[in-house]
Structures are given as structure tokens and as C-alpha cells.
């Protein structure tokens, strides 16, 4: 085995954009397409592929296939411990009789694969599955003697990128309660992975209840909450925008929660969290500061700078002048502004930030 594959392994458990390098090596040495790594989970969809099957898995997910999948239940069940192939899962009969053969794999001219399952930290489990071409046959017992020595160093990358997941969510909230906001990382089952000590301020409109499930206390938010959340659950395909919910408790200010969708790349492969929930108290007031939008929606500082002059009310023409940059570059920030935010219009980027705090 290739000693540069297993570097590269243990490279992408802290460098998550070296996933499709990985699934390309793994695929050449398995005779296949390409390879996907997935979490099959209870939560949003979240996988990597190389670049060849990232049609597939898109289509594969969009047309909800993860569900329906009898293939993959049967690798489960026997691909814990080593490499399996559809042969060691499956009758020749089951084979011919699968929906997911016969309707999705072998029209796109795939329809024999490899694959195994891994355990992580996360509570999900990772499937790594690599295609090949219906017409090259099936994979044979020597590929299978040669990717299971590196079994063991999948497993440790992904414990390690699991660890790094969880650091990265607690380094989430820990930055917005330096700046005054109660956060939490949930599930999209609504579990909560890690929250800041703002939120323990929030319990008069946070529910938290057994095995870490948080809710909301107003009736009206917790149902949007949870029809946001199970649409995470469906992954559709398409990102999610960030949801807003008014809240008025019985004593004090009203609060704003805002639910914001993570980014599926494929660090998020290994941690639990689906999205960011933002709680803030409305008369904290004005508008926001750059820094909490760029910590907020992912912005970056020019982005945050031109998002802040339109929540202002300052028109293109003058942020252009106001911010000493070209009319096209504002349009160009402004687009990114839109995209990491979810929204479509100036008016709506307003009301969505509207609730934030002045940081």
C-alpha cells in the first residue's frame, strides 16, 4: 500500500479538503469510479466524494435514496470490521431485485462497489463506498485484501477529525458569549452538542430537557423551530437560509432566536451539528458590529463592512464611496452577503439582523 495514501489519510482528519485526494488514491487502487464518504445518521445528510461521483451523490440524496437504500443496510450489517462487497452483502438475486441497482446505479453505468463502516465519536455512522463501472464486473477478493490495512488508519483519522469537530463547535459559541450572545450547536434532531454560559441566561425561553433536547418555551417559535429542523432532516440538496423567531416572554424583553443551517463541507462529516442557534434579547439594540457578523453569518471583514452599511440604510452607490471600493466590488460583496445569509433582498438582510445586538 502506498505509504503517500496513508499520509494523506491522516493529513485530511485536520485538513478537510484533502477527503476527495483521499476517495481518488483509494478509488485507483479499488479499480473504481470515484469514492464517497458519508455519515448515515438520523441528521441532515452530510458527505464528501471525489469529484466523478459528486453527480451521483447529489442526485443520490436529492432523490432520496439514502432511505431507501438496501444496499447500504446490508453493508452495515457485515462491513464493521473490513471491506465488503456487494457479493458478501447480497444474493446474485437480491442484486438483480434491488431498486437502488437496477433504478439508480446501473442506469448511470456504476453498479458494483466496495465499502465499510466506521464508528467515529460522533454517534453517526461513516460509510466510505467506492463505485465501479457495471461493465468492468465485480470487485474482486484481492482489492478487498488490499484496502483493508488501512481500516485502522481511517478509524484514528476519523476519531481525530471527530475530536476536531467538537473544538471547532465549542470554539463556536465560546467566541459569540465573549461578545455577549447566548448559542448553541443542535442536531437537526434538536439535540443540543454544546452551549455558552449566555444561554444559561436564555432559561426563561430555552427549554432544556433529557439526553441535552432543547426546545423552545413559546409554543408559536418551537413549531417553526421544529418544521426548520425537520427540513434539515430531508436535505433537499439545496443550503437552507437562516430562520428567524420572535419570541415574548411572560416577564421581560422580547427575544429573537435565530436558527442558522452550518455549511455542509466535509469537516462537517464529523461533528453532530446541523446548526447554529443565536438567542438575543431585542432593545440590546441598533445595528450590528462587523465583528458579530462576521462571527454570526461567516462573513468576512469586507463582506461584514458592506452588510452593516446596508442594514444602515446607505445606498450602493454611497457604500461604494463610504467604503473608498468600486460599485462592482460592493455588488460582488453584496452577492457573497446574500449567498451566506440565506436571503435574496436588501429589506430582508435588514429584518434578519434586525434582532442582533450592537457589538
Given amino acids: 500500500m502506498p505509504e503517500t495514501l496513508i499520509d494523506r489519510i491522516y493529513e485530511a482528519a485536520v485538513n478537510s479538503e484533502l477527503w476527495p ?95 465499510t463502516s466506521i464508528v467515529p465519536m460522533t454517534g453517526d455512522v461513516l460509510v466510505l463506498s467506492f463505485e465501479r463501472a457495471y461493465r468492468r464486473g465485480p470487485v474482486e477478493v484481492a482489492v478487498k485484501d488490499r484496502l483493508d490495512p488501512l481500516r485502522p488508519h481511517l478509524a484514528r483519522s476519523a476519531f481525530t477529525a471527530a475530536r476536531f469537530g467538537l473544538e471547532r463547535a465549542r470554539g463556536m459559541v465560546s467566541g459569540l458569549n465573549v461578545i455577549g450572545l447566548a448559542a448553541a450547536v443542535v442536531t437537526a434532531s434538536g439535540t443540543m452538542i454544546t452551549g455558552n454560559a449566555q444561554l444559561e441566561a ?67 462529516i464529523f461533528g453532530r451539528g446541523d446548526a447554529l442557534m443565536i438567542l438575543s434579547r431585542i432593545g440590546q439594540g441598533g445595528v450590528p458590529g462587523t465583528t458579530l457578523l462576521e462571527a454570526v453569518f461567516d462573513l468576512t471583514p469586507a463582506e461584514s463592512r458592506v452588510a452593516r452599511k446596508v442594514v444602515e440604510g446607505v445606498p450602493t452607490a454611497l457604500i461604494a464611496e463610504a467604503l473608498s471600493i468600486s460599485y462592482e466590488t460592493v455588488r460582488t460583496q453584496m452577492k457573497a452577503v446574500f449567498r451566506k445569509t440565506g436571503v435574496a433582498r436588501q429589506v430582508d438582510l435588514v429584518r434578519l439582523v434586525s434582532g442582533l445586538p450592537r457589538v
Fill in 21 to 115: 485526494d483521499v476517495l481518488d488514491g483509494m478509488a485507483d487502487v479499488a479499480g473504481a469510479e470515484g469514492g464517497v464518504l458519508f455519515a448515515a445518521g438520523t441528521g441532515a445528510p452530510k458527505w464528501t466524494s471525489s469529484e466523478r461521483m459528486r453527480p451521483h451523490m447529489e442526485a443520490f440524496v436529492t432523490q432520496g435514496w439514502a432511505a431507501r437504500n438496501d444496499r447500504g443496510d446490508a453493508a452495515f450489517r457485515k462491513g464493521l470490521n473490513s471491506f465488503v462487497t456487494d457479493h458478501d452483502t447480497l444474493t446474485a438475486e437480491e442484486i438483480e431485485a434491488s431498486p437502488i441497482y437496477r433504478d439508480f446505479f446501473r442506469p448511470r453505468g456504476l453498479g458494483w462497489s466496495i465499502g
Fill in 202 to 268: 436564555m432559561s426563561d425561553v430555552v427549554l432544556q430537557g433529557a439526553f441535552d433536547r432543547i426546545s423552545l418555551a413559546d409554543p408559536a417559535a418551537q413549531r417553526a423551530m421544529s418544521l426548520a429542523l425537520k427540513e434539515l432532516c430531508r436535505g433537499s440538496g439545496h443550503p437552507l437560509p437562516p430562520m428567524t423567531f420572535a419570541m415574548r416572554p411572560d416577564e421581560g424583553q422580547p427575544v429573537v432566536a435565530h436558527l442558522i443551517p452550518l455549511v455542509a463541507t466535509a469537516r462537517d
